[in-house]
């Protein structure tokens, strides 16, 4: 179905949809103040009724759902003076919001304008005002292009808006043919691809904290410069003549920035314009939305937000009367996210834990549960992939999670390599390593969101022990495993290309057991229930702690379950600090009992006691 150009005299003439909704997009609730429509790609969008000429009266019909146009009634469909406020007609906005719609409407019309990023804390409704946005650019004839960071993360942002969503990655790189390379040590490189996209097309980009500038060190796989940011911003320029491209960065500063970087990149007008010389379009969103404001899951955010803002680094007491937070004992962490799940495993539950160790002594709390007797991967088990890669044509994120559908047999091959040590590389060190693979059918989740099975190999390696191995170091031993059992193929020719795209133990996906993971590994998604082992190692008193315990807490949308919490406010235990009155909610805040150093800690309990539903 061809995409109709915009009609003359700022009234858009826009085509009826037809067939059935995407599966990908959940059918329209019916509600008389919506008109729904289907771009060329088959992606719904909806205008608010009093922009359109020709609709019936009446939206409801047989099915329940709202009206969807015909031009052949009413002698055709006609939007009216489309602009991005109308999309909110009839909208009780935030002071915030309100004040957003028209800087983003500017933003939108101005040809040389790039950037906008719209910073919003947790239930602020920066999800809501994307859907808008989305649905004018359509409703306009602009392109859209949703993306996040994740798997996971596309997932959400594709239910939320009824758009289709896909990581980044896919749409940046696409992989080289590589002659032989002048090093001894092998990369696959997957170099950033031409721009072809519309040249008004319009780039939103959710999650936007979780987005790098650091260049990644990865031995095997290479995607572009290495800096998913700045490969972006490339690619966002990439055009034959003029254009008026835009890029959304959505996303909450308050989260984890990337690993290894002290703020969020995407999210910093101060990194964008001292990298790469741009001065984006900026807003803040910071009220909560009405229908959220009693949520204790919120309030707590809020307060953590609060005390990250002002530097006030002390934890509000959690009262007895907020049914959608609660503590519980850390011993007892895995066995009440197992009962939550109706003691199977669903997508319902995560646990979250600052370090790898304690997220793997969760993963075999829960397993003791689930799996009673069974030590090694079984049919069903949940999984969570932690390196990026290629698999069937899909783009697998590192932080995906996927389902254990059947079980074959194991592999362990010794393999001995020698490494660069010393300056300037010119030493080598001999390497001895164990590699185990294991051969599994999977359920995985595509750029697009959809489901689909494949039979692979899963590397052992890092599935059990408790901490992560070198990963530098598995690349390099799967690679010289390979260059073992292929010792003809020459480096870098068409058939080792072939053989090496090919290989089910070069290809095989890094794993860990998904039922409790680390926080970084849980953005970009969330969960009904979200357990939260709030020790630390370090000190509470931190912007770091805040930081983190806020990531974790925002990921619950229906209740919260602390461990490790404090029984009573606590900051630093040598000294009362003082603690505005706009520090967290009233119901929150608590006097701040007199107290000795470690008074009222508890102290960690790091050892534990002893018909599947859709896991990711």
Not at 4 to 29: F, Q, R, T, Y
Not at 276 to 293: A, C, M, W
Not at 388 to 402: A, K, L, Y
């Amino acid at each position: 179905m061809p995409h109709p150009k915009p009609a003359e005299g700022n009234v858009a003439l826009i085509s009826p949809p037809e067939g059935a909704v995407a599966a990908a997009s959940p059918a329209p609730e019916a509600d008389d103040r919506w008109v729904w429509f289907e771009d060329e790609h088959g992606e719904r969008f909806r205008v608010p009724r009093s922009w359109v000429q020709g609709a019936p009266a009446d939206a409801s019909n047989a099915g329940g759902s709202a009206e969807e146009a015909d031009p052949d009634e009413a002698g055709g469909i006609h939007i009216k003076n489309p602009t991005l406020s109308r999309m909110f007609e009839g909208v009780r906005l935030t002071s915030g919001q309100a004040s957003l719609v028209p800087k983003l409407q500017a933003f939108l019309d101005d040809d040389e304008a790039r950037i906008f990023i719209l910073r919003g804390y947790a239930g602020t409704g920066k999800t809501f005002l994307m859907k808008g946005v989305v649905d004018y650019l359509s409703a306009v004839n602009r392109s859209v292009h949703l993306m996040a960071p994740t798997g996971r993360a596309a997932k959400v942002l594709s239910t939320r808006t009824s758009r289709s969503a896909s990581t980044i990655h896919p749409h940046l790189y696409s992989p080289r043919d590589q002659d032989d390379p002048d090093d001894e040590d092998f990369t696959l490189v997957s170099d950033l691809t031409s721009n072809t996209d519309e040249l008004d097309a319009v780039y939103v980009v959710d999650e936007a904290s979780m987005v790098s500038d650091r260049e990644t060190q990865n031995p095997l796989l290479q995607f572009g410069s290495g800096r998913l940011l700045a490969d972006l911003l490339h690619f966002l320029e990439d055009a034959p003549c003029a254009h008026r491209r835009h890029i959304l960065f959505v996303g909450d500063a308050a989260q984890l920035p990337p690993v290894g970087m002290t703020v969020s990149p995407a999210l910093s007008p101060v990194h964008l314009e001292e990298e790469f010389g741009l001065k984006p379009s900026e807003h803040t969103l910071t009220d909560i939305v009405r229908q959220k404001q009693d949520s204790g899951i919120l309030a707590l955010a809020t307060a953590l937000r609060t005390g990250l803002k002002n530097k006030i680094y002390a934890l509000p007491r959690l009262p007895a009367d907020v049914p959608d937070v609660e503590r519980i004992d850390a011993r007892d962490m895995a066995r009440l996210c197992w009962e939550v799940m109706g003691r199977r495993i669903t997508r319902d539950a995560v646990m979250i834990a600052q370090t790898n160790v304690r997220a793997q002594q969760l993963n075999r709390a829960f397993r003791r549960l689930q799996f009673p007797g069974v030590e090694e991967l079984a049919a069903g088990d949940k999984l969570m992939v932690i390196l990026n890669t290629h698999m069937h044509g899909e783009f697998i994120c590192n932080g995906d999670f996927c389902q254990v559908l059947r079980t074959g047999a194991r592999t362990r091959r010794s393999v001995s390599f020698r490494v660069k040590t010393g300056p300037a590389g010119k030493g080598r060190r001999l390497v001895n390593l164990d590699l185990e693979f294991q051969s599994v059918t999977l359920r995985l989740r595509g750029n697009t969101g959809e489901c689909f099975e494949v039979s692979c190999m899963i590397l052992l390696n890092q599935l059990e022990p408790d901490d992560l191995p070198d990963m530098t170091l598995l690349l390099r031993a799967l690679l010289a495993d390979f260059k073992n059992r292929f010792p003809r193929l020459r480096r870098g020719t068409k058939d080792w290309q072939d053989a090496l795209a090919e290989d089910p133990f070069v290809n095989a996906l890094h794993v860990r057991y998904g039922y409790a993971v680390t926080c970084h590994k849980s953005q970009g998604g969330e969960w009904p229930h979200v357990f939260v082992d709030c020790a630390w190692t370090g000190p509470r008193s931190s912007a770091d702690y805040f930081r983190w315990l806020y990531t974790a807490v925002t990921r619950a949308r229906q209740k919260l379950h602390l461990a490790h919490y404090p029984k009573h406010a606590y900051d630093d235990p040598n000294e009362v600090l003082p603690v505005p009155d706009d520090a967290w909610p009233r119901q929150w805040q608590a006097e701040l009992p007199a107290r000795h150093p470690g008074e009222d800690l508890e102290t960690f309990a790091l050892e534990l006691p002893e018909d599947n539903g859709e896991v990711f």
